[in-house]
């Protein structure tokens, strides 16, 4: 694809893809366009916060059927409505639709331990609506500081228990004690309050986004 195409398809608007991507006979270098550079950035997102893989490449055949399926539904209900934008409206589309297969191949983006039952089920309820909670709750885990990231990363998304967690969280609580050192007991409860505080943040973030 030559340059100027490049910057012709760089500058368009939503209605003018819209438009482009209905046509008949197809514009291959528009389709090209969109679904390998456009689309790129909320691809990157699914395939390493869903799937936990950089080939974000191998997405693209399924984003492709996904949105021209039943001629371009997909596209033929976005609206813009309240200065809505074509890029986030398929950004929704799609996480939604990657997390709805990853459900049916039974792996939750969030596999949560038994405690903390009340803000966990809230959480795994909020993160499995078909609507736009998915990515709400992954936009609020990304907006969440590295220490609170990590804490859920460990113990929420890898299911690791305190113990098995220990040597990569303990320089979050502030202590100059070695945990080797100290009550297996104390250790687990430390670790288990710096997690609770995480999952209070993550809700307080998703709570932030959605209202």
Not at 29 to 36: G, T
Not at 86 to 92: A, C, P, Q, T, V
Not at 123 to 150: G, Q
Request: aromatic letters at 12%; charged letters at 35%; glycine letters at 2%.
């Amino acid at each position: 694809m030559d340059e100027e195409k490049k910057k012709k398809y760089a500058l368009f608007s939503d209605n003018e893809w819209i438009d482009n991507l209905l046509k008949v006979p197809a514009d291959e270098e528009a389709h090209e366009y969109f679904f390998k550079t456009k689309c790129i950035g909320f691809l990157k997102f699914i395939s390493t916060q869903i799937y936990k893989s950089d080939n974000y490449e191998e997405l693209i055949g399924e984003l492709y059927v996904l949105l021209s399926d039943n001629d371009w539904y997909i596209l033929r209900q976005f609206k813009g409505k309240n200065n809505a934008q074509l890029y986030s409206y398929l950004s929704r589309c799609a996480t939604n639709h990657f997390m709805s297969t990853k459900k049916r191949e039974g792996k939750n983006l969030f596999v949560y331990p038994d405690d903390d039952k009340n803000i966990i089920k809230e959480l795994n309820d909020m993160s499995c609506e078909e609507e736009y909670d998915t990515t709400t709750v992954m936009i609020a885990y990304e907006k969440l500081d590295p220490r609170d990231r990590d804490v859920l990363q460990q113990l929420v998304v890898e299911g690791k228990s305190s113990m098995e967690a220990a040597e990569k969280l303990w320089p979050y609580v502030n202590s100059d004690k070695d945990w080797r050192d100290m009550p297996a007991k104390r250790v687990q409860n430390t670790i288990a309050m710096i997690k609770h505080r995480a999952i209070i943040r993550l809700a307080t973030e998703i709570s932030r986004i959605s209202y």
